[in-house]
């Protein structure tokens, strides 16, 4: 069973979107904010772009690059990617519109998608390469809303780049649907869903997906050709996906390598009813915040494996099995998928 939630003092903060957003108190965020905020941690978001100038996003924008048309302008002409980028870790405590999962962590534009949200794998593939270059501590592929691209992971070159990135010491990070990717074995992954779906995998985390507000590009975009002011919503597998790459960079912030991310997020993640819509339970940032400070640096979460036959056995955390192949890499991976919602005409 997944440990209890942690009682801690929670920061306040004058966003004044924040009550509508519903992901940051669901994974406990703010109260895990009272010991991490991912200071000094780069998260890149791998999508259509970001909007550079938003004002909730601006003072966190490193210099980014768009794989799509080869230089370094990653603008958002789709919409999805300045969306995932506010959910990560928009500035928080301004007195602008939302706050970010990961509060102080910098954001990493990277485009792989068009400004039609489409994308193929050698792209994603040249995409994780390059952030892994940049030294990013959270790859999140949130992928915008190519559902072609939901097996991406089966493809061999994103199979390669994704070693070398979690080789690097990257954490990177993905998202899924009910039935599941189709990725091997040996390809370490921490899943992410929403919980919407009529089935998950035991070992998925989830994050709330569904009317989830976020930044968004002001200017007419594909998504919003009349453009926006500056905040909507959308639906989807990729706003979890955002939420639970600021939570990893809570922990990488902490000196926690990508296993013991993996571990953490998992093992702390709450489902007391057993909710096979869940998989492992929701992302609790709290308790694995408290946790990734009470275990010593190289400590694993995990019992030792048994390889006696050679094997690599799963083992079990909070109820979950996790892949003694994931230890092997030691990588977290969180990719997602979004259905975006679009406005309505008028």
Do not use: C
Request: proline fraction near 8%; charge should be negative.
């Amino acid at each position: 069973m997944a440990a209890a939630p942690v009682a801690a003092q929670v920061p306040a903060t004058d966003d004044p979107l924040l009550d509508q957003q519903s992901g940051i108190p669901a994974l406990a965020l703010p109260e895990a904010w009272s010991t991490s905020t991912a200071e000094g941690v780069t998260i890149a978001v791998l999508d259509s772009g970001v909007a550079a100038d938003h004002p909730d996003l601006a003072d966190h924008l490193l210099p980014g690059r768009d794989i799509v048309d080869d230089d370094d302008s990653p603008a958002d002409g789709f919409g999805s990617g300045t969306h995932a980028a506010g959910l990560a870790a928009a500035v928080t405590d301004n007195g602008e519109g939302i706050a970010g999962a990961a509060p102080d962590a910098m954001l990493l534009p990277v485009r792989v998608l068009d400004d039609e949200g489409a994308g193929d794998p050698e792209t994603v593939a040249s995409g994780i390469a390059w952030a892994a270059e940049e030294q990013a501590g959270v790859i999140a592929l949130t992928l915008g809303g190519d559902a072609d691209l939901l097996d991406a992971l089966g493809d061999e070159t994103v199979q390669r780049a994704v070693r070398a990135a979690t080789d690097a010491g990257s954490v990177v990070v993905a998202g899924t649907t009910a039935e599941g990717p189709h990725v091997p074995d040996d390809l370490a992954v921490v899943q992410v869903g929403d919980g919407t779906g009529d089935t998950v995998d035991p070992r998925v985390v989830t994050a709330p997906g569904v009317d989830a507000l976020s930044t968004t590009p002001v200017a007419p975009t594909t998504l919003f050709p009349d453009g926006t002011d500056g905040y909507e919503s959308q639906d989807g597998v990729a706003a979890s996906t955002a939420l639970v790459a600021g939570a990893a960079a809570l922990l990488v912030a902490e000196g926690r390598t990508p296993v013991e991310i993996a571990d953490l997020l998992a093992g702390t993640a709450q489902n007391p009813d057993g909710d096979p819509a869940l998989g492992a339970g929701t992302v609790d940032a709290a308790t694995a915040v408290a946790q990734a400070a009470q275990v010593g640096a190289g400590n694993r979460l995990l019992p030792p494996v048994d390889d006696s036959d050679g094997g690599l056995p799963p083992a079990a955390v909070g109820g979950i099995a996790v892949t003694a192949a994931m230890t092997a890499v030691g990588a977290t991976i969180l990719i997602g998928l979004r259905k975006p919602r679009r406005p309505e005409a008028g």
